[in-house]
């Protein structure tokens, strides 16, 4: 599935961007959005409380 990595790519997102062409990666990519925003809900959720807190 992950493909060999070009050592000519210098960062990230170049990288990610090559490997979003593979289909069964994207798939997988874009399986974890939804759990990726409800994370980053709860850490932003924690962040406003202890900045109540202070």
Do not use: G, H, P, V
Request: net charge negative; proline share 0%.
């Amino acid at each position: 599935m992950t493909k060999e990595i070009d050592k000519s790519m210098t960062n990230f997102d170049s990288f990610l961007k090559e490997q979003l062409k593979d289909d069964e990666f994207k798939k997988e990519y874009d399986a974890l959005e939804e759990e990726y925003q409800a994370e980053k809900q709860r850490f932003e959720s924690s962040n406003r409380q202890a900045k109540k807190t202070r």
